[in-house]
């Protein structure tokens, strides 16, 4: 089984500044990893993914992601936030074989102020 | 736009009744999948179905029932809903159903509020 934590619920960061969203998980098998953007009153977006190769991925929206096996951790970065950038983000795993089941974590709530 | 669409996209509804969701997966997908959000519980995976055949099964109650269609479209039927079902429920689709990476693209979701 497959769990996924994200250690902050909300992180409000000013307008150009960066931002690092943490997700540490958990699983005894090998999977996939993602992050997801839910922009208010909207469904999920992906914003990357990490499937094997470089550890450093980058996604749309100037986001990138850096999977971390020894600590089992895939923290979401960005070197520079704008308002447009409010929403929520869910890190999430699947195992690599058999059913692909996304597991979730409970989400990030991302609030830029001016 | 990720081509998969659901209806309604609201819903209100009552204690005990019965309610169909409805989603159409993107052109080619053979998989859907069936998410629901809530506050305290989170996102949870709740069933996944590969070209007629369930593939997947996780959170889902006794009371809640799925199938896909020859047409690939499908429905969630939730009934006896309680106030703890109060959700919004996405639909997902893939090309594959396991083994290798299959991109999942979700609908808009289902907006249920039980009153």
């Known amino acids: 089984a497959q769990s996924v934590t994200q250690l902050d619920s909300q992180v409000p960061v000013f307008e150009e500044a960066p931002v690092e969203l943490r997700c540490n998980y958990s699983s005894s098998v090998s999977v996939y990893l993602f992050w997801y953007v839910q922009y208010p009153n909207q469904g999920l977006q992906l914003l990357l993914k990490?499937?094997?190769?470089?550890?450093l991925v980058k996604g749309i929206n100037g986001f990138e992601a850096e999977f971390n096996k020894s600590q089992t951790s895939f923290h979401l970065r960005k070197p520079s936030v704008h308002i447009s950038d409010t929403a929520e983000y869910f890190c999430?795993?699947?195992?690599?074989?058999?059913?692909?089941?996304?597991?979730f974590g409970q989400g990030t709530r991302l609030t830029i102020n001016p | 736009d990720s081509g998969v669409t659901q209806t309604p996209k609201h819903l209100i509804t009552a204690t005990g009744q019965r309610v169909t969701l409805r989603c159409s997966p993107r052109s080619g997908d053979l998989s859907v999948y069936w998410y629901q959000q809530s506050l305290d519980q989170g996102l949870q995976f709740l069933i996944q179905y590969y070209n007629g055949e369930e593939r997947a099964k996780g959170n889902i109650l006794e009371r809640f029932s799925a199938q896909q269609f020859p047409d690939l479209h499908s429905e969630l039927n939730l009934s006896s809903l309680e106030l703890g079902d109060s959700a919004l429920y996405f639909c997902a689709s893939s090309v594959g159903g396991s083994g290798g990476y299959n991109e999942q693209f979700f609908g808009p979701g289902t907006r249920l509020t039980v009153l």
């Open positions: 990490y499937l094997s190769g470089s550890t």
């Open positions: 999430a795993v699947t195992q690599r074989q058999g059913a692909q089941k996304l597991v």
